[in-house]
């Protein structure tokens, strides 16, 4: 006579629903991100009074939010655009590291022999390119071989991780840095527009818009969203569903590789292994949370960067690692997944005995 | 401590002792009832789906001794009955009784344990598993390592017992369709069953498997076992049922006994009105050859020959029907023509002109229509709208998008809607609106939606692939009327069915395919039903010359 | 090479296998019952810090094992409750264990330990009797740590019972179809509970070994990739426990090339040759996948969710 528990497909499901679960997921990381800083002997009042200071607590600390938003935007349209044809890429961290490489390795070749903006042009497109071969590779594979994405393009990040250890110790380090692993200083840098916030941004936005655009207003659009969603009946239907599963992966991959471009010239201005920090695994989160719609993916992307943001200035208040962002994304993740559910489904508690 | 764990331990052995000594008592209860007994009833089941009442107030009585057909149309409800008792679904309402005792079936284990066994109409086999493994999956006697021995042994022993025979080291997916289905029932039989449920068990037989299995049948329940038999056909009904209850949405509407029942008054009652098959279908009038397939080989998914050098034609007006029983190659030969599958030999010309070989989008564009085998899977994008849906394929033609530059065209959801809403009106296609999800619909309406996707872009060249499985007999008829409609207005059609009636009915010229070969081509009427069984198992086979003069 | 040389580059290997190998053969177990989980990194990161933290504050290495394997059982349970009960995209629900461990190990680490350097005592190689005297392969295979010889039966015994027992029956049929399973009586949710569970706790206990058997330390994302690699491997021996032992071993073997040469690169002054020697094994897990791509068949009902009741 025990109680059982059934789930059941919502009908209709009311615009509410849709609206409060993701925030119900937010409030509910942020709270067990407070239980985590109470474990760990700090505020959480004062934690996220300094959070939100230096997250959206004026024009400077915004720039800066919208500065640590621009990888993400980036990475995360990427990446929504592979999620669209059904194609994971977990690689988007291996492919910015490459597109970083690149960057830095054109500016240190030529800095100082051409004009800046030749340089950047350069090794922009030398970013994208490398970005989008590194994703395109697991795409081939996946497409032609059916070989998992999500182990290849680990396997490609950790690649890129050891070359990128591998370049700073050797052929691109900086011989002044003594023991050091990290490059020479690089000069060129993309035009400011308001403090460290740079041109970067705005090409992402526009990239998002026009992906956007590219994705819900056009055949090509239209075929490949029919690709990931019954890959079958596209093939019935006469579309080329591997080659908008590559296609997709390097558009992804050459965002990606652009983020890290940008990033170097436009925040680091040098090359140091300290840009591993798992931004791209970040991005994957960023694109679930706007459902893989380019123009939502901007509203996540800049909550991210003013999570990021926020844990930085907290933690020079409450003394608390940085990886608490790590955490509360992790938990924003589950909690997402689970309200995403909750919108879906309907939990029904029905008794045992079915007379 | 230890004296408690001691005594759990002897209170669970008991149990599970005492347990099975309440089965075999039921079981040796059910081995002496007398024929004509009651050992299965369920009162006032009632099961919802979201926006269906599948089951409603729904009481049914099963006799030992006796075949019980279960009639009714697709979507009457039947198997969600039938998937009640055996306990994968959950009622919302009613009571089962078994042998006169109320039970709570909460699973497939207690519907066992207490004797029903099923046979689904899609079978219950693990593909990459051998028919051993499958057979004894989920029992406990062989041990914790299994006692392949031993099972082999008993296997062996029922098989003799029932006159039944499969090889037990065969996997599954070696098997044909019938001998799929003597696992199934060989499944249920090793478990003790004495209550067999059929679901629809000829819908993938030849005739004279079909005959095999009735008599089987009745060896069943002359030895006291009970069988229900689900079915849309009343011809079998007929032949091989004691009593009979018809259901219609969702709801019993009559019970009668063989004897008592005509053809006519049942498909009145199975359907609800008077005329059951309405097809208006004149003198063929073929013209010119559209389609032509010369010696025409290819390779199935497993790499085995599954197309063998097949020839045959399809003229403009005329419909060429193929039978045979399904995974005999007729699959691949589609996937071939739709440009899905490479051929290993052979040629395929349209109009004279060479296509062999061609990828999809090019067929499509030569004009080759397709209403393929499963149509959720294949035929649509469950999650775009009608609209998009019925504009598939032609999205890339004026006036459903604009050329931007090469290869990029901009959308027109203007024009899109426009013919959405011209296409819902002309084929009857329910839907709320143009902007429904197609995953909604109900199956007969996703299969409108792509025919009348199919129909509508101006194809030389209809192939319809098992186009009415599943639906009623509404849809069935609007769907095959459709199919006369367009060979009337000059268009070829190439119809692939696992439904003899269905091929006998619809087409002009049929030819037979076994093992991916035709075994026989002739025109409906030619030859009686028992031959074509003949042909349809390879048993009887035409000579070559005399199938490839037919297309001359 | 001198014959010692070798035999430390095969004890290396079979020290860089053990983890792989329970993980993988975990994740086989989860995978030949449909279920995915892509978090084994996350599980194995976890593992690997409670390992640390027990057996640095308790000293007890045996504890630590447990621990490794009681904080895997927990996120296995977790993650089968999203993907079983919950019936939540797989993939993404392991994404989701993989951050959330990742982050959390990282985070728990930097907040007790701080920037103090943290070690604890690691755990000894063991020498069998007799067999660790035969030459070459004696000191490679049989002068080892606890968990290696536990990985020498536990393969075997996952691979005979995948194939002859029972439960490994049901479990090839709930992950090739649960319905025909389901129809016989075979609880499809429990046993993909089990598998996942089980799948787990063998991450958690691969993390515990990382930690206390290899690094004797804990860093952030200490695995390397591991628990991914772990994945890659599964497909590599194409869903057998046995075929893909020896992928654990390839992995080993180009891992500890790479290491041994670290003495050869620091001789000549070249350090950063390390780090180009450590995209080996990583290109050689990629190259292996190429290679048996066209044989691999996953289980049919891989990442799917199974629902029982589903209108026709």
């Not at chain 2, 692939?496 to 093992?515: A, F, K, N, P, T």
Request: hydrophobic share 50%; proline share 4%; aromatic share 10%.
């Amino acid at each position: 006579m025990g109680v059982r528990i059934r789930l059941e497909r919502r009908g209709e499901v009311p615009l509410y629903v849709y609206i409060l679960a993701p925030t119900g997921a937010f409030l509910l990381a942020f709270l067990m991100g407070a239980f985590l800083m109470l474990w760990a002997g700090a505020s959480p009042i004062k934690g996220y009074g300094a959070f939100l200071r230096g997250a959206f607590g004026g024009l400077k600390p915004f720039t800066n939010t919208l500065l640590r938003a621009t990888p993400f935007l980036l990475m995360a349209t990427g990446i929504s655009l592979s999620n669209r044809s059904n194609v994971l890429n977990i690689g988007a961290e291996g492919q910015y590291i490459m597109g970083a490489i690149a960057m830095t390795w054109i500016a240190v070749l030529m800095q100082n022999s051409v004009p800046g903006f030749i340089v950047i042009l350069v090794g922009v497109i030398l970013a994208v390119i490398v970005g989008a071969l590194w994703a395109g590779a697991a795409g081939y594979l996946k497409a032609k071989m059916g070989i998992n994405e999500v182990v290849v393009t680990v396997m490609l990040n950790w690649v890129a991780i050891m070359l990128l250890k591998w370049l700073l110790r050797g052929p691109l380090k900086d011989p002044r840095s003594q023991q050091w692993p990290m490059s020479p200083p690089i000069g060129p840098h993309l035009p400011y527009i308001y403090g460290n916030l740079n041109l970067g941004f705005v090409i992402a936005v526009l990239l998002a818009i026009a992906i956007w655009y590219v994705l819900f207003r056009t055949n090509i659009g239209f075929k490949l969203r029919a690709c990931g969603e019954n890959p079958r009946a596209a093939r019935y239907a006469g579309f080329n569903v591997e080659g908008m599963l590559i296609l997709s992966m390097l558009i992804s991959g050459a965002m990606a590789g652009m983020a890290g471009a940008f990033d170097v010239i436009g925040t680091f201005h040098i090359l140091y292994e300290g840009i591993v920090v798992g931004l791209g695994y970040t991005s994957i989160i960023v694109a679930l949370v706007g459902k893989n719609h380019p123009l939502a993916v901007i509203g996540s992307a800049i909550m991210f960067g003013a999570i990021y943001n926020g844990v930085t200035s907290m933690q020079s208040v409450t003394q608390l690692s940085y990886t608490l962002s790590k955490c509360i994304e992790g938990m924003i993740y589950l909690f997402f997944l689970i309200s995403e559910f909750l919108v879906l489904y309907r939990i029904r508690l029905i008794r045992g005995d079915a007379s | 401590m230890i004296r408690d764990l001691l005594n759990k331990i002897k209170i669970s052995i008991f149990y599970f002792l005492f347990l099975n000594n309440l089965i075999q008592q039921f079981h040796s209860r059910m081995s002496e009832v007398a024929p004509g007994q009651v050992v299965l009833e369920v009162r006032g089941i009632v099961k919802r789906f979201p926006g269906v009442v599948a089951n409603d107030h729904v009481d049914l009585q099963v006799r030992a001794g006796e075949v019980l057909a279960l009639l009714g149309e697709n979507g009457a409800g039947k198997t969600t009955l039938m998937n009640i008792i055996y306990g994968l679904y959950t009622p919302d309402e009613g009571e089962i009784y078994v042998m006169g005792r109320r039970v709570h079936i909460r699973g497939p284990k207690d519907a066992i344990s207490l004797g029903i066994g099923m046979v689904h109409q899609h079978f219950m086999q693990v593909e990459e598993l051998t028919v051993l493994e499958n057979i004894i999956l989920g029992l406990r006697e062989f041990g914790i390592i299994l006692d392949t021995e031993k099972a082999k042994r008993m296997l062996e022993e029922a098989f003799q017992r029932y006159g039944l025979r499969v090889d037990p080291d065969a996997y599954i997916w070696q098997l044909s369709a019938g001998e799929k289905q003597r696992v199934e029932i060989m499944k249920a039989l090793f478990r003790g069953a004495k209550i067999l449920i059929l679901d629809e068990p000829t819908s993938v037989l030849t005739p004279q498997e079909t005959k095999e299995l009735f008599k089987t049948l009745r060896k069943f329940v002359e030895g006291g076992m009970a069988v229900i038999f689900i079915t849309h056909k009343l011809q079998e009904v007929m032949e091989v049922a004691d009593r009979i209850v018809v259901m219609r949405r969702g709801k019993v509407v009559g019970r009668l006994m063989r004897e008592e029942a005509t053809i006519p008054q049942l498909a009145r009652l199975m359907v609800g009105r008077e005329v059951l098959f309405r097809i208006e279908k004149g003198e063929a009038r073929p013209g010119e050859v559209v389609l032509r397939v010369e010696g025409l080989r290819a390779m199935s998914d497993k790499g085995v020959e599954a197309v063998k050098g097949i020839t045959f034609s399809v003229r403009k007006g005329e419909i060429v029907g193929v039978a045979g029983v399904a995974g005999n190659g007729q699959k691949e030969l589609v996937e071939v023509l739709y440009g899905l599958r490479r051929p290993t030999a052979g040629r395929v010309t349209l109009f004279g002109k060479d296509v062999t070989g061609e990828p999809t989008h090019r067929i499509i564009k030569f004009g080759i229509s397709l209403i393929p085998e499963e149509r959720v899977t294949m035929g649509i994008v469950p999650t775009f709208s009608v609209a998009d849906n019925l504009i598939l394929e032609i999205v890339d033609r004026e006036p459903f998008s604009q050329k931007v530059f090469d290869g990029l065209r901009k959308l027109s959801f203007e024009n899109i809607e426009k013919y959405a809403e011209e296409l819902i009106r002309k084929f009857d296609i329910r839907t709320p609106s143009s902007k429904t999800k197609a995953g909604y619909l109900s199956g007969g309406n996703i299969q409108k939606l792509i025919l009348a996707r199919e129909l509508s872009r101006g194809a030389y060249l209809i192939i319809a692939d098992q186009p009415t499985a599943g639906l009623d007999v509404g849809a069935t008829e609007f769907i095959r009327n459709l199919l006369v409609k367009a060979r009337d207005s000059g268009n070829a059609v190439f119809l692939v069915s696992g439904d003899l009636s269905e091929v006998l009915s619809l087409s002009d010229r049929v030819m037979v395919m076994y093992e991916g070969e035709i075994t026989a081509v002739f025109r409906p009427g030619e030859l009686p039903i028992e031959e074509i069984g003949l042909y349809m198992l390879g048993a009887k086979k035409m000579p070559k010359e005399e199938v490839e003069r037919f297309w001359e | 090479m001198t014959p010692e040389q070798i035999s430390s580059i095969l004890n290396l290997m079979v020290v860089m296998a053990t983890p792989l190998a329970f993980a993988g053969v975990g994740e086989l177990y989860a995978e030949r019952s449909g279920i995915l989980n892509l978090g084994v990194e996350g599980i194995m990161l976890m593992g690997a810090f409670t390992s640390f933290y027990v057996a640095h504050e308790t000293g007890n290495l045996l504890l630590a094992y447990l621990a490794g394997v009681a904080v895997g059982l927990a996120l296995g349970l977790l993650m089968a409750f999203m993907s079983v009960s919950m019936r939540l995209n797989q993939v993404i629900a392991g994404m989701g264990i993989y951050f959330f461990g990742f982050g959390l190990s990282d985070f728990m680490y930097k907040t007790i330990y701080g920037t103090e350097y943290a070690s604890i005592e690691k755990a000894h190689q063991i020498a069998v009797p007799l067999l660790s005297k035969i030459p070459i392969i004696g000191n490679a295979f049989f002068v080892q740590y606890p968990s290696v010889y536990l990985m020498y039966v536990l393969i075997p015994v996952m691979w005979y019972l995948l194939y002859r027992s029972r439960w490994g029956l049901h479990l090839r049929a709930v992950g090739e179809n649960p319905r025909a399973a389901d129809t016989l009586g075979v609880n499809v949710t429990l046993i993909r509970y089990l598998a996942t569970v089980l799948g787990a706790a063998l991450a958690g206990l691969a993390g515990a070994v990382l930690c206390v058997e290899i690094t004797g330390i804990f860093f952030e994302n200490l695995t390397f990739g591991m628990g991914f690699i772990a994945i890659g491997l599964v497909y590599f021996g194409r869903w057998d426990p046995l075929r893909m032992w020896a992928g654990t071993m390839l992995f080993g073997l180009s891992w500890s090339i790479a290491m041994s040469l670290q003495d050869y690169f620091s001789r000549i002054g070249k350090m950063h040759w390390v780090y180009f020697m450590l995209m080996i094994p990583y290109i050689v897990v990629l190259l292996a996948l190429i290679a048996v791509s066209r044989k691999a068949r996953a289980p049919a009902a891989l990442s799917k969710p199974y629902w029982r009741e589903t209108s026709e």
